[in-house]
Structures are given as structure tokens and as C-alpha cells.
């Protein structure tokens, strides 16, 4: 999952060589996804959270192109759900894990 740069890379597992590697730019869709930091996926998508800012994305995972890069950002619902530390999914929900979110430690579990 990125951290500081927005990419999130994908490589195939059978042959695993540099020839099976593709590069999903995700700043290419929006900036704010630069600061992502884990992941979970559906098996439809992929899902990065946001690590200091508010914004998730998703992905096709079967695609993996921008054109199927989706956000949904938290701070319109809540200003203050930015900063999280890790994110996982149970049934048809997600979930992200507090951190930090630049005003100090917060605990909204979202």
C-alpha cells in the first residue's frame, strides 16, 4: 500500500517478475491520495485509508486503472476523521482505526 508517493503496485503471483508488474497512480485521480497507508480488499476492490488526511479510495481490482479510482472523503461527514492507522473490512462494511489527526490522538472508529 503507498505511503508518501500515491502508487499502489500489483504483481502476479505465478510468474513473479518485474515483466507482471503494474503501477495504479492514485494522485493522478486526486492529490490528497498521497498520504494512504493500508489497504483491505472485497475482492471486487481495493480500499486504501487515509493516513493524514480524509480521503479513501477504491479500485477495481480487476480492471486496475485510473479510470476506476473512486474517493469518498470523511471529513464531509465529520471534519475531524482524518489520521488512520489501519483499516479492515468484516461482511459489507469497512472500518478504519484512529490515529492521529494533526489536532493530537483522536478515537473515532469509522
Not at 486526486?30 to 479513501?56: A, C, I, M, Q
Not at 473512486?70 to 465529520?78: G, H, V
Request: glycine share 10%.
Amino acid at each position: 500500500v503507498p505511503a508518501a508517493y500515491g502508487k499502489v503496485a500489483r504483481f502476479d503471483l505465478v510468474s513473479f517478475s518485474t515483466g507482471a508488474v503494474s503501477v495504479l497512480a492514485l494522485t493522478d485521480t486526486d492529490s490528497r491520495l498521497k498520504e494512504v497507508r493500508h489497504g483491505f480488499t472485497d475482492g471486487t476492490y481495493g480500499y486504501v485509508s487515509p493516513h493524514l488526511n480524509s480521503v479513501v479510495a477504491r479500485f477495481d481490482l480487476s480492471d486496475f486503472s485510473n479510470s476506476t479510482v473512486e474517493t469518498l472523503d470523511l471529513a464531509l461527514t465529520d471534519p475531524g476523521l482524518r489520521g488512520f492507522d489501519a483499516a479492515f473490512m468484516q461482511g459489507t462494511h469497512g472500518y478504519l482505526v484512529p490515529w492521529a489527526n494533526g489536532d493530537g490522538d483522536f478515537g473515532k472508529v469509522v
